[in-house]
């Protein structure tokens, strides 16, 4: 861990506690310590930019919302990968026919076609609201990064049905990102690297969700969360403690890392 020079952290379950809903002070010490001691720290994220929360005297080195399809650092894009507009209609008809709204993520701004108590308890999360486009069938004809839908596991094929060029990730049960085919937080840790010049064996990463999996697979030292998922524990080169008991503070300093 002496070779360490970059770091990845998700937010909700890792940095953050879902219950807390706030960053510990013990977390917001490690961000710092991290940096002082030369490494860069990145956000990896399904939020989206707008919705990444600041936290007191920490400045992140990059950015990597929308699981991975959208990342820059202070100098500009690293990734810009967005999904294809015919089959962001497509899942708009899915949507339609599952009697289920959705929301699509551009670079500025997240809108909807309407709300169910899955999507508004899915924003909730990250202390969002569903806004509720006053004129969806333009706004789906822009850029669209990630869309966030209610739908349970059984659901997915259906969700996807004829979509070629996108694809499901999903960290909670009632709810799934639908990011660009062959894009996730894995992909855009790669570029990261790539772009700072820095060995995956000299990366870290901590996640507690299956959106978490590529990344943590990208990096040579891939951490899961006590409270994370039994699948991402089972590829995870570690297992750190809780994220309400500061899981990666301790493993930090167990590790020399601060």
């Known amino acids: 861990m002496d070779k360490i020079k970059i770091a990845f952290f998700d937010i909700d379950g890792t940095l953050i506690d ?11 010490e490690t961000l710092k310590d ?6 860069k720290i990145c956000i990896a994220t399904g939020r989206a930019p707008m919705a990444i929360p600041k936290f007191e005297e920490v400045e992140f080195d990059a950015f990597l919302a929308y699981n991975g399809s959208y990342c820059y650092d202070k100098d500009g ?5 967005c999904i294809p507009a015919e089959d962001v209609q ?12 959705l929301a699509l993520s551009t670079k500025d701004k997240i809108e909807a076609n309407g709300r169910d108590k899955d999507l508004v308890d899915y924003f909730a999360i990250g202390k ?3 806004l509720v486009s006053d004129d969806f069938e333009t706004f789906s004809r822009e850029k669209v990064y990630q869309i966030m839908m209610g739908c349970y596991k059984e659901q997915y094929a259906q969700a996807l049905d004829g979509v070629k060029g996108a694809e499901i990730t999903a960290w909670w049960d009632r709810a799934v990102d639908i990011i660009p085919a062959g894009g996730s937080k894995g992909v855009a840790v790669e570029k990261v690297l790539e772009h700072y010049h820095i060995d995956r064996s000299e ?3 901590f996640g507690d969700g299956n959106n978490d999996l590529e990344m943590l697979k990208a990096v040579g030292h891939g951490i899961a969360m006590r409270n994370g998922s039994d699948e991402l524990k089972e590829i995870a080169e570690e297992v750190c403690g809780h994220v309400a008991d500061d899981g990666i503070y301790y493993y930090c300093k167990e590790h020399g890392l601060i």
């Open 128 to 130: 969002q609201v569903v």
């Open 90 to 101: 497509r899942l708009i008809q899915n949507a339609t026919k599952m009697h289920r709204p």
């Open 18 to 28: 879902m219950e807390r809903k706030e960053i510990s002070e013990k977390m917001l």
């Open 203 to 205: 990366a870290v990463a």
């Open 34 to 39: 991290l940096q002082k001691n030369g490494i």
């Open 77 to 81: 894009m690293i990734l810009d990968h």
